[in-house]
């Protein structure tokens, strides 16, 4: 928009302007026209005054008789009177001039009038003519006397016209001066009128732009426009101020609803801080609560089985007595197992459960596993094997242990929950993913099944899959729950599919990574390469996963289904074309020894090694041996074992010594007790300040052959210590006072001071929760054994420490079950003078070991004796007739221990005495020896046969 050219000026000034040149344009008109007329009239009336004179000359002249020229010239003269007149001339009536007169200047220009004819036309013509505005020409006819006809013309100058013009100008510049002045007066008036209200409207509005205070108000001065405009802005002013305050009182409502929130955030946010910290204490408080109770109930569980475990070996017990202790340390192991789970779980929940990251090879956990359940498989009869095909990528990185607990718990529930059929573990490498294998387990069984919805729901802590499973087969739902925890945590996952009637198939994997220092066990397998097996074996899986086995040594497999099927290809076969059998000791049609003596009836395979592969019950084991071609493995088996054993067969060095070996290193898992013996630990201090544990632990330690010596506490410990050396120490970790960690370490500190050997510190343990051992080791421990702990564990902690230990060379003798520390003295004793051959007491013992439900004990080891003293025997007869002292020396040896086992107390003096003469290289009196000793030998057999049949 433009402005005008005005804009800039302000209101007043344009109103003035305006007001003032409006007046003043008017005031001009007006003057002008008023000073035209008043001028046009003055002339007007001049000339008339002038036409007057003019008339009365003429009529003057008109009474003048005759034409007396000077006479007129005269009258002519009269007209002088008007001073306006410049020339009178009087014109005959032809128009002749017959007298002028002219006056004053002759300077003006009256000539210019023409002279008007004096003809008739010219009586017509208007008597006065202007020339210009202020000369004038009168015509004047004269109308009478001697003169009729002519005329008298006048010619005047109005001077007084501009003489009155001046005037009037004066006049009316004096009128419009003050007319001006009046109209500013006016306009100053009126401006003031109308500005004033603007100005002040103006003014109100700069207050309230620069004050902000919006109850300022403009002055109402009138009721017109001015005011209406007033009256608007000051309804605008108060809408603004009405605003301003809502707003006001809005925003202050809001900082205070802000306030509040802010308030009350704060005391969400400190509530939530407190319920933070209240859960993490409650937190700590649990995993403390854990370790705690892990603690209290271990400690009395320690008692408990440490009690129940010397009652179940006493013999002060009768039968029934004997039975309450078994199902009193079975109950109190279940109860020990349901705890653990619980801890387990518990852990879990807190996430407090670490992974470890050791070397490891998945073929000895896998393996490991089977053995452990195999015994509860087999005496349900059913077949269980393990299936893992590569032979490379078993050696990894990974936690052993929780593998194994995941394992134990699937192959568990599967043996559990299957009545007839087999359970396989599947092993397989996903080689996609080099770096980080993916490993999968499966775990296949043919037992009950699972309905597929209950599928997922097994997963879920302390669900079984209905409510009758507690009942018949007990258990409290927790063992997948912590397998599937478990598995996660090892970045896998776990599933099943299952068939209900026709079996489970459980399946994992887990993440781990391949180790790169380990290899797989390296084996000579060339011995093997092209040897041509015969297997048999009823199981297809079985023969399946042999088959492999062998088939990845280079050996040549031929299958049999069945002893008949077998007989049938050996009928049609010549001598020679097998190297060796591999017989399943238990098959529907025939066992494997009878197979084995039918093979044996036939003369080219006479002399072929046969692997026998039985169950873990040693029922079916060789009555009498009188075969040097057969070995015997243990179900499941090893695939370590597999091999040695076919070596071994196809070598034809099978001694004695090392078909023992063979045949019993599965079942030595299972007879655990059969590994024990005496330990030699002349010194060991036993710190423990709990009397019952104390006891327990003197009493086991006594089983163990060890006299220990008792300390109270950290004190008493640190006192004998001083005193004198120990071999070893075995310290409880919480006690009063010094507790074991403060204990071992001041001992640490003494040695060093001291300069003495380095005493071997074992911790005693109730606490189950991660991180003590770290504790034990970083205290200076050696060891850790954590409460409660059984014979067996004791035994296998203190076996490094066993002075014993080097003397022992006789391997056979870790092969029978030496039982208890009561044996090696009996073989010191004299026999007593019964008619009996054996010691009821040590049988009472060996009985009193059987699990109940599990395998007799007692036929087991009476069977393996009878089969392994026959052979030793046969071996002492060999090395007495080849005069071999030294195989004469072994074979006496490993007969006195076994028999004092069985508590052939004089056959094992007996053998005791010829081990002596074979050391002193007296084979004569060997000889006269070796015939009491087969005597006492048969007695001892007979009676042993009995026992077993009696039972
Ligand atoms: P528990 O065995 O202590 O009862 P688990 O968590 O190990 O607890 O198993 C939960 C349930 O899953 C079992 O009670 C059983 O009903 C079912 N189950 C587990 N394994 C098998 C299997 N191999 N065959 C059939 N049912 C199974």
Not at 264 to 287: C, F, I, M, P, Q
Request: hydrophobic share 45%; net charge negative.
């Amino acid at each position: 928009v433009m402005m005008r050219p005005t804009g800039h000026l302000s209101l007043s000034s344009k109103l003035r302007l305006m007001i003032v040149s409006t007046a003043g344009a008017a005031l001009v008109v007006a003057s002008v026209l008023y000073v035209t007329s008043e001028v046009m009239n003055l002339r007007h009336d001049l000339a008339q005054h002038v036409l007057t004179l003019a008339e009365s000359v003429a009529d003057n002249v008109g009474a003048l008789p005759g034409t007396d020229a000077t006479l007129a010239r005269t009258m002519l003269q009269s007209i002088q009177v008007d001073p306006d007149v410049r020339s009178v001339e009087l014109f005959d009536a032809q128009g002749r001039s017959v007298s002028s007169i002219a006056f004053g200047a002759p300077g003006a220009p009256i000539g210019q009038l023409e002279p008007r004819a004096a003809d008739a036309a010219a009586q017509d013509a208007p008597p006065v003519r202007f020339d210009g505005f202020t000369s004038v020409l009168i015509q004047v006819p004269v109308t009478a006397g001697g003169a009729r006809g002519s005329h008298i013309q006048v010619i005047a100058e109005l001077a007084q016209l501009y003489t009155q013009l001046k005037r009037y100008l004066e006049l009316m510049a004096l009128a419009l001066s003050a007319a001006w002045l009046v109209a500013i007066y006016l306009a100053n008036r009126l401006q003031r009128v109308i500005c004033a209200p603007i100005n002040e409207l103006l003014e109100v509005a700069q207050n309230v732009r620069t004050s902000n205070r919006f109850t300022l108000r403009a002055q109402k001065l009138s009721d017109d426009e001015m005011g209406r405009l007033v009256d608007g802005f000051n309804g605008m002013l108060a809408e603004i101020e009405r605003r301003d305050l809502s707003l006001r009182v809005y925003q202050n409502d809001l900082e205070k609803m802000v306030q509040e929130r802010t308030v009350r955030l704060d005391g969400a946010v400190t509530e939530a801080r407190e319920a933070v910290d209240r859960a993490e204490a409650a937190n700590r408080a649990k995993s403390e609560f854990l370790a705690r109770m892990s603690h209290e109930i271990r400690t009395p569980m320690n008692a408990v089985l440490g009690m129940a475990e010397l009652l179940r070996i006493s013999n002060a017990l009768d039968e029934r007595q004997r039975r309450y202790a078994v199902t009193i340390h079975q109950s109190g192991t279940a109860l020990l197992g349901i705890i653990n789970d619980i801890l387990d779980f518990s852990k879990m929940e807190v996430g407090k459960l670490e992974l470890e990251v050791v070397p490891f090879n998945i073929r000895d956990v896998v393996e490991d596993v089977i053995e452990t359940l195999a015994e509860r498989a087999h005496s349900k009869g059913l077949e269980l094997m393990c299936d893992i095909p590569d032979p490379k990528g078993t050696a990894v990185l990974g936690d052993a242990k929780r593998l194994r607990q995941v394992l134990i718990n699937l192959v568990g529930n599967a043996v559990k929950f299957t009545e007839r059929g087999e359970v396989r573990v599947v092993v397989q490498f996903k080689p996609h993913d080099l770096l980080n294998p993916g490993i999968s387990f499966e775990v296949i069984d043919t037992g009950i099944g699972i309905r597929a919805e209950n599928c997922s729901t097994i997963f879920e802590s302390f669900v079984q899959e209905d409510s009758s499973t507690t009942r018949q087969y007990g258990g409290t739902g927790l063992g997948l729950a912590i397998s599937k925890q478990l598995v996660e945590l090892m970045g896998g996952t776990i599933g099943v599919s299952s068939e209900p009637g026709t079996g489970s198939r459980f399946h994992f994997s887990v993440a781990l990574t391949p180790d790169p220092n380990g290899s797989a066990e390296p084996q000579d397998t060339s011995v093997l390469r092209d040897m041509r097996l015969l297997l048999v074996d009823d199981n297809a899986n079985n023969r399946r996963i042999l088959r492999q086995q062998l088939c990845g040594w280079g050996a040549r497999v031929t299958e049999a289904a069945s002893g008949r099927q077998a007989l049938g290809i050996l009928d049609s076969a010549f001598g020679g074309q097998f190297d060796a059998f591999i017989l399943d000791t238990r098959m529907p049609d025939h066992d494997g020894s009878e197979v084995l003596a039918a093979v044996r009836r036939r003369s080219e395979f006479a002399n072929v090694p046969a692997l026998m592969i039985g169950p873990v019950l040693a029922s079916d084991a060789p009555q009498d041996t009188p075969d040097r071609h057969v070995a015997w493995l243990n179900k499941p088996v090893r695939q370590a074992q597999l091999h040695a054993a076919l070596r071994s067969l196809v070598a034809h060095d099978l001694n004695a010594t090392r078909r023992l070996q063979v045949i019993s290193t599965a079942a030595l898992a299972q007879i655990r007790q059969g590994k024990r013996k005496a330990l030699t630990i002349p010194r060991l201090l036993l710190v423990e300040d709990n009397p019952v544990n104390q006891e327990v632990a003197l009493a086991i330690l006594q089983e163990l052959g060890i006299r220990a010596v008792c300390a109270w506490d950290g004190e008493e410990a640190l006192q004998r210590l001083a005193a004198g050396r120990f071999d070893v120490v075995l310290m409880d970790c919480h006690m009063p006072k010094l507790d074991g960690y403060a204990t071992t370490r001041q001992l640490r500190e003494m040695e060093t001071l001291s300069g003495d050997a380095r005493t071997a510190v074992i911790a005693l343990t109730a606490n189950a929760l991660s991180g003590d051992a770290e504790l034990c080791f970083a205290a200076g421990m050696d060891g850790y054994l954590s409460k409660p702990f059984s014979l067996d564990e004791l035994y296998v902690t203190l076996k490094p420490y066993d002075h014993g230990a080097a003397a022992d060379s006789a391997t056979v003798e870790h092969a029978m079950p030496a039982l208890v520390k009561a044996a090696p003295k009996a073989v010191r004793c004299a026999p007593a003078a019964t008619g009996s051959p054996l010691d009821e007491q040590t049988l009472k013992q060996i009985r009193a070991l059987r699990k109940p439900g599990g395998p007799d004990l007692l036929k087991k080891i009476v069977d393996l004796y009878l089969a392994n003293s026959r052979t030793l025997i046969g071996a002492l007869r060999e090395a007495l007739a080849g005069n071999d002292a030294t195989g004469a020396q072994n074979a006496a040896h490993s007969l006195k221990s076994s028999s004092a086992n069985v508590g052939a107390k004089l056959l094992a003096d007996l053998c005791a005495k010829l081990e002596t003469g074979a050391q002193e290289k007296d084979l004569g009196s060997c000889q006269a020896q070796f015939e009491q000793l087969l005597a006492e030998h048969e007695r001892v057999v007979q009676a042993l046969t009995a026992q077993t049949a009696a039972a």
